[in-house]
């Protein structure tokens, strides 16, 4: 099934899509759903409960603010993470609904956490009910947050997979199908995604998106190379994009030759875009925003070191590098999925990564397959990736993670470009073996915070 280039690219505050930027937009649909029902004017307490992952590192990935972001109406895409939203209520113990109505609401009371409790669809699941002064329920909803600041309600999760699909020239489920569209229509996948892109809005629409998209993500390297200090959550973890910045600016000074010098800068981008979500800065999605720094890095490392080897301008490179990695996500999210809580950390950074190889490939110039085979070969090295936070905070292993995501990605891309695109195994393969090996990982070692680097590595 088509997954449109503008839901998998987003942009919303860090430091998690699914712990994060899901529970937002579903407290804000909660929200407009009590307004369409004419319930608003009634309401008197509202109730959350957050289920599985979402309670046990809930804190630690920002989805208590989230939710009340949420509920006073705030969009994601737009809100300022500089501003102190959250504490006039903690401090008062009022909400104002909406922005508009103030109600009675305890952090420590009106967001219960059940850390023992996995609902059966799946492990972000969130439940939202509202009151009236006389205690009557007025509005209950189930909500999921499935990766990527998607979210589903209950009663539309079992149709996600199978969900209507959008009115566009081409579609596909599988990597198989796309390549024969391609191939019928003797078309490199970034132009057939444009066709569908074009046929969903208009066209000046999809091209500023773009730019805006590629503008936000160059923009949080930016602001992450010149941050200091120490990021916020207990771990006392210091930022380190900046030192290293500084590091390989005098080595360029200095001419001083390292011929790993790439290497440098692009972890140096990966832990700049890692540390700014970290902090709660603003991110795209790419896919998550846990894993939001390898797509910029790469296409940094295209612009900077790459692009006089491609043969295309460097403008249309990078449409090209975002639209491939779009076809490359809609597969995952069609047959797997990009959510930690559900595959562990390969569907989020293991994604990203096979997005930016294939991408890098596209901008390059590389054929149809060549971009299937970048794709699959940095998929292939990272599965069974763990997720393990270590205190529930997106920092360890997060933000290294990030940087070793962009540098694979890129000698992932590289391999396939010296080849003539035939491989041994398939894309669609690769990804069904993510999948299977996502469900047969135990919880603990998928967006809990109870196993692996979580447990084994002191937090205090």
């Given at each position: 099934m088509y997954y449109s280039f503008f839901e998998i690219f987003s942009i919303g505050v860090g430091p998690s899509s699914s712990h994060t930027v899901g529970?937002?937009?579903?407290?804000?649909?909660?929200?407009?759903?009590?307004?369409?029902?004419?319930?608003?004017?009634?309401?008197?307490?509202?109730?959350?409960?957050?289920?599985?992952?979402?309670?046990?590192?809930?804190?630690?990935?920002?989805?208590?603010?989230?939710?009340?972001?949420?509920?006073?109406?705030?969009?994601?895409?737009?809100?300022?993470?500089?501003?102190?939203?959250?504490?006039?209520?903690?401090?008062?113990?009022?909400?104002?609904l909406g922005q508009e109505k103030p109600i009675p609401f305890d952090l420590d009371k009106n967001i219960v956490f059940e850390k023992e409790i996995f609902l059966p669809e799946h492990s972000n699941g969130m439940r939202f009910k509202a009151f009236d002064a006389e205690n009557n329920l007025l509005l209950e909803e189930v909500y999921f947050s499935v990766g990527g600041g998607t979210v589903v309600r209950a009663d539309e999760i079992s149709r996600r997979i199978e969900r209507e699909p959008l009115n566009v020239p081409y579609n596909f489920s599988t990597c198989e199908e796309l390549m024969a569209l391609c191939k019928g229509e003797e078309t490199p996948i970034a132009e057939l995604i444009w066709e569908n892109e074009i046929a969903l809005r208009p066209?000046?629409?999809?091209?500023?998106?773009?730019r805006k998209i590629h503008r936000v993500m160059q923009a949080s390297i930016d602001r992450g190379m010149k941050a200091e200090g120490i990021l916020p959550g207990g771990l006392n973890i210091k930022r380190r994009a900046h030192e290293i910045y500084q590091r390989l600016e005098e080595k360029f000074r200095n001419n001083d030759y390292d011929p790993l010098l790439m290497v440098d800068w692009i972890n140096l981008w990966g832990f700049a875009v890692a540390e700014e979500n970290a902090y709660g800065g603003q991110i795209v999605t790419a896919p998550t925003m846990?894993?939001?720094?390898?797509?910029?890095?790469?296409?940094?490392?295209?612009?900077?070191?790459?692009?006089?080897?491609?043969?295309?301008?460097?403008?249309?490179?990078?449409?090209?590098?975002?639209?491939?990695?779009?076809?490359?996500?809609?597969?995952?999210?069609?047959?797997?999925?990009?959510?930690?809580?559900?595959?562990?950390?390969?569907?989020?950074?293991?994604?990203?990564?096979?997005?930016?190889?294939?991408?890098?490939?596209?901008?390059?110039?590389?054929?149809?397959?060549?971009?299937?085979?970048?794709?699959?070969?940095?998929?292939?090295?990272?599965?069974?990736?763990?997720?393990?936070?270590?205190?529930?905070?997106?920092?360890?292993?997060?933000?290294?993670?990030?940087?070793?995501?962009?540098?694979?990605?890129?000698?992932?891309?590289?391999?396939?470009?010296?080849?003539?695109?035939?491989?041994?195994?398939?894309?669609?393969?690769?990804?069904?073996?993510?999948?299977?090996?996502?469900m047969d990982l135990n919880h603990k070692y998928k967006e809990t915070s109870l196993g692996g680097l979580a447990v084994n590595v002191p937090s205090c």
């Amino acid at each position: 099934m088509y997954y449109s280039f503008f839901e998998i690219f987003s942009i919303g505050v860090g430091p998690s899509s699914s712990h994060t930027v899901g529970p937002m937009r579903a407290a804000k649909r909660y929200l407009d759903n009590l307004h369409q029902g004419d319930m608003f004017s009634k309401v008197a307490k509202i109730e959350v409960t957050l289920y599985g992952s979402l309670a046990l590192t809930g804190y630690g990935h920002g989805t208590v603010k989230a939710v009340v972001y949420g509920l006073m109406g705030l969009e994601a895409e737009a809100i300022d993470p500089e501003k102190p939203y959250v504490v006039a209520v903690e401090r008062d113990h009022i909400l104002h609904l909406g922005q508009e109505k103030p109600i009675p609401f305890d952090l420590d009371k009106n967001i219960v956490f059940e850390k023992e409790i996995f609902l059966p669809e799946h492990s972000n699941g969130m439940r939202f009910k509202a009151f009236d002064a006389e205690n009557n329920l007025l509005l209950e909803e189930v909500y999921f947050s499935v990766g990527g600041g998607t979210v589903v309600r209950a009663d539309e999760i079992s149709r996600r997979i199978e969900r209507e699909p959008l009115n566009v020239p081409y579609n596909f489920s599988t990597c198989e199908e796309l390549m024969a569209l391609c191939k019928g229509e003797e078309t490199p996948i970034a132009e057939l995604i444009w066709e569908n892109e074009i046929a969903l809005r208009p066209r000046e629409q999809v091209e500023e998106g773009i730019r805006k998209i590629h503008r936000v993500m160059q923009a949080s390297i930016d602001r992450g190379m010149k941050a200091e200090g120490i990021l916020p959550g207990g771990l006392n973890i210091k930022r380190r994009a900046h030192e290293i910045y500084q590091r390989l600016e005098e080595k360029f000074r200095n001419n001083d030759y390292d011929p790993l010098l790439m290497v440098d800068w692009i972890n140096l981008w990966g832990f700049a875009v890692a540390e700014e979500n970290a902090y709660g800065g603003q991110i795209v999605t790419a896919p998550t925003m846990g894993s939001a720094g390898i797509i910029p890095s790469v296409m940094r490392y295209y612009e900077r070191f790459a692009v006089h080897k491609g043969k295309y301008r460097v403008e249309d490179g990078l449409g090209r590098f975002l639209l491939t990695a779009s076809a490359i996500c809609s597969l995952y999210r069609s047959n797997a999925s990009i959510s930690g809580a559900e595959v562990g950390c390969q569907g989020e950074v293991g994604v990203a990564c096979s997005m930016a190889a294939a991408g890098l490939v596209a901008a390059m110039g590389g054929t149809n397959m060549q971009i299937e085979n970048a794709a699959e070969i940095a998929m292939e090295h990272n599965l069974g990736l763990t997720c393990d936070p270590i205190g529930g905070l997106v920092q360890v292993p997060c933000i290294e993670r990030n940087a070793m995501g962009a540098v694979k990605a890129v000698n992932a891309a590289r391999i396939a470009m010296k080849g003539t695109g035939e491989h041994f195994v398939s894309l669609d393969s690769v990804i069904k073996t993510m999948y299977n090996t996502g469900m047969d990982l135990n919880h603990k070692y998928k967006e809990t915070s109870l196993g692996g680097l979580a447990v084994n590595v002191p937090s205090c």
